[in-house]
Antibody, heavy 119, light 107 residues
Framework: QVQLKESGPGLVQPSQTLSLTCTVS????????VSWVRQPPGKGLEWMGV???????AYNSLLKSRLSISRDTSKSQVFLKMNSLQTEDTATYYC?????????????WGQGVMVTVSS | DIQMTQSPASLSASLGETVTIECRAS??????LAWYQQKPGKSPQLLIY???SLHTGVPSRFSGSGSGTQYSLKINSLQSEDVASYFC?????????FGGGTKLELK
C-alpha cells in the first residue's frame, strides 16, 4: 500500500539548516510527484515545494531562497533542506504525494514530523 | 500569490445538520480547488478536487460547488466523525495556497 514517512531532527537551533527525509513505498517517484507541506502549531497549511516525476522542482517563492528539494529514486526517498531557520519555521512538516487524477492535489500524506526551532 | 480566505474560522453544529464552509480566492482560479479534512492529530485527507469532484472513498454527504473566486464545501447530515478542520487549496497557479481553515465542532 502507499505510504510516506518523514524523518529528521525534532529540534533545530536558530540559523541552522533543517534536513528532512521522506521515505515512500507502494509507488515510484518517477510516476508520482511529491510535495512538502508544513503546518505551524494550531495554524493552517503552507505548500513549500514539489519535486516532479522528471526530477525538476518548483518552490514557494516565499521560501525559494532557503529551500532545496531533491530525491534518490533508487532509495525511494525525497529530501528537504532549508537553511537559516528561525522560530517561525517551527511546524509539523509533511510530505505528500500528488494525486494521480489531479496532480496538484495530494491523495496520500505522511504522518508528519514536528520540528521545533529553538536554542 | 493567490490568497484563499475561508469562512467561518470555526463552526458549531448539531448531528444531522447541514453545514456549509466557504472559500474565496483573491482572483479567478477556474475551478482549480480542492478541499481537505484534517482530524485532530492526523494528516489532511483529500475530499474534493476540481471544485466539485468527490475523491475516491469519500462519503456522498460531502459535496463541493462554486466557480470563479467563490467556492463552498457542504456536509449533509453531519456525523460525529466529521468533527475536524477543513482546508481549501487552490492549484490554479504557483504557489499552491491553502485557506486558513475552518474548525468544525459538535454543538
Amino acid at each position: 500500500q502507499v505510504q510516506l514517512k518523514e524523518s529528521g531532527p525534532g529540534l533545530v537551533q536558530p540559523s541552522q539548516t533543517l534536513s528532512l527525509t521522506c521515505t515512500v513505498s507502494g509507488f515510484s517517484l518517477t510516476s508520482y510527484h511529491v510535495s512538502w507541506v508544513r503546518q505551524p502549531p494550531g495554524k493552517g497549511l503552507e505548500w513549500m515545494g514539489v519535486i516532479w516525476t522528471g526530477g525538476s522542482t518548483a518552490y514557494n517563492s516565499l521560501l525559494k531562497s532557503r529551500l532545496s528539494i531533491s530525491r534518490d529514486t533508487s532509495k525511494s526517498q525525497v529530501f528537504l533542506k532549508m537553511n537559516s531557520l528561525q522560530t517561525e519555521d517551527t511546524a509539523t512538516y509533511y510530505c505528500a504525494r500528488g494525486a494521480e487524477i489531479v496532480m496538484p492535489t495530494f491523495d496520500y500524506w505522511g504522518q508528519g514530523v514536528m520540528v521545533t526551532v529553538s536554542s | 500569490d493567490i490568497q484563499m480566505t475561508q469562512s467561518p474560522a470555526s463552526l458549531s453544529a448539531s448531528l444531522g445538520e447541514t453545514v456549509t464552509i466557504e472559500c474565496r480566492a483573491s482572483e479567478d482560479i477556474y475551478n482549480g480547488l480542492a478541499w481537505y479534512q484534517q482530524k485532530p492529530g492526523k494528516s489532511p485527507q483529500l475530499l474534493i478536487y476540481n471544485a466539485n469532484s468527490l475523491h475516491t472513498g469519500v462519503p456522498s454527504r460531502f459535496s463541493g460547488s462554486g466557480s470563479g473566486t467563490q467556492y463552498s464545501l457542504k456536509i449533509n447530515s453531519l456525523q460525529s466523525e466529521d468533527v475536524a478542520s477543513y482546508f481549501c487549496q487552490q492549484y490554479y497557479d504557483y504557489p499552491w495556497t491553502f485557506g486558513g481553515g475552518t474548525k468544525l465542532e459538535l454543538k
